[in-house]
Structure formats: C-alpha cells, structure tokens
C-alpha cells in the first residue's frame, strides 16, 4: 500500500532483549516507508550495543539517539520525536519489549486513514505464559483496557499509540518532568485541542506480562509519582482525593475487583478472588507510597 511516511519512536532504557524483539519485530514491516527511531534514555548495560547492531545491519532504517539529561520515558519519546525524519506526517510510539506482526504499521495507517483520525490508540495483548502465577495473571487480565482508557479517560497509552505530526505540533510534546501519567495528559490536550480519539482494535501491539512482585509494585509506586505531579503540575486533570483523606488507605470495595476483573469475575474459585483482592490493595497502598515520596520529596516544588 501507498500512503504517508511514519516515524516509529521506542524508548528505551536497560531492556537489550525487550528492544532487540520489538526492533526485529519493526525490521520486516510491509508498509513501505517509514523509520525505526530507538530513543535510549542513558542505558548501562547492553542495550546500546543492541541498537547499534540494528543500525548497522540497516543504517536508513534505524536511527539512535540518547536522553541523558532526563531520566523518563515522555523525555526521550521527546528527544525522538525531535530526531525524526521531518517529511514523516505520522509518528507512532511503542515501548522496548512490545512486538508486532509484519503487517502492524500497514493495519496502523489504514486504520487512521479510514476514521480520519489524528490520535488512535491500538489493542494491547499479553499472552499467557507458562506456568504463570498469580501476578503474571492479574497484569494479564487487567493490564491494558486501551478501549476503556479512550472512551473514559480521554488517553491511550504510549506502547500502542499513533498521532499525525500535525497534532504534535499543535498540542506540543509529552510533560518530560512526568515519570509516569504523561500518556494520559497528552491525551487530554489532544482532546482540548478539539480532535477526537479513536481506539483500533484491529491494530493489535504484544506486551509481557510482569511476573514479579516486586516489578509489579515498582510499576505502582511509579504510578503513584506520576498521580501526584500530575495533581501539582496538572490540577485542570483532577486527580481524586488529596492524601490527608483516610479512605485513600482503606481496602477497596470489593465490587472495584469484580469490576476490574468481569470478564474472567464468575469463573475464579474463593480463593483466586480473594487472593486478586489482595494483591490490589497492596498495589493501591504502593500507589499511595508513590504519591507521598513525591510529595515529601525535597525537590519537589523546584520541579514544578
């Protein structure tokens, strides 16, 4: 098919497997034109060395750029925004350990094209892995609602998001001082801007799952930062009830899980109920870590 040049940003930071799947999942697209921009936000490992073998084996495909001055993920999709070809009307943003099929890029188009869209949001799958355990289950089963996140919240998230240059170059670039949420005020400016979003689920993006506890509730804590600079930086997002309230600390109703988890809801035993419950009062207490060692954070009001 013919159709507009595309700039596809992967930021990236410590991941060399994650980015070398989703970079050989991006070397074979079958749309014709477009570009690979790996933006690595001041990795130490052997990521570089990742992205730099992929930019050997095709230098007009694949560019590298680096974020050193701002550790983020929404600073380096900026730095590669900036490095991105100037004639690409579309740029697309997937995070380094998502994967596509060959024909991703070509669906992604046509789908903007067909809605005559300038900000669509794809469909995120994680699979099931073997042996999964209880974590692993419930990021599957709750991880990436992309529809829900359109329709009511007015966002989808940067592993599975596509928006023309014009749109970027009206509403600006994603809030580089957010560590986490900037998916979501992007999303809002865009619609302030008068553009409506869409949602593709024809356009669908592979992520894993987090296995670990302990991945889980860094994710949480993140979140929760994210929460509370979005309320100090943001406060047009009205991000809920301030810390001081004690609910904020209370286990939550348990029809919230039953809601989270409908699909799957009649189907669990007492047991996988209770412990799903469990594990989301845990990662609502570490979002609530996050937002107060953001709030008490010495630096805090000099960022904003």
Known sequence: MNGPPVSVIVPVYNDPEGLSATLEA???????????????????????????????????????????????SYAARNTGIRAARAD???????????????DWLERAVAAMDERGAAYVGCRVEIPREDGEGLVARYDRLTGFPVARYVREEGYAPTNCLLVTRKTLADVGGFDSRLVSGGDLEFG???????????????????????????SMLEKYVRIGRGIE???????????????????????????TTKKELADVWEELSIREKLSFYGLRYVLDLAKRTGQLRERLSPTSESRG
Do not use: C, M, W
Request: hydrophobic content about 35%; aromatic content about 6%.
């Open 26 to 72: 991006l070397a074979d697209q079958t749309y014709p034109d477009y570009e690979v921009v790996v933006a690595d936000n001041g990795s130490t490992d052997a990521t570089l060395e990742v992205a730099r073998a992929f930019r050997e084996t095709d230098p007009g495909l694949f560019t590298l750029v680096s974020e050193t001055e701002i550790q983020g």
């Open 88 to 102: 690409t009307d579309i740029l697309a943003f997937l995070d380094a350990d998502s994967t596509v099929e060959a």
């Open 188 to 214: 809002r400016r865009v619609q302030r801007s008068g553009r409506e979003l869409h949602y593709a689920p024809e356009v669908v993006v592979t992520h894993p799952s987090r296995v670990s506890l302990r």
């Open 229 to 255: 600079q979005n309320r100090r930086l943001h406060p047009e997002l009205g991000h809920g009830r301030g810390l001081a309230n004690p609910r904020q600390y209370l286990p939550p109703k348990p029809s």
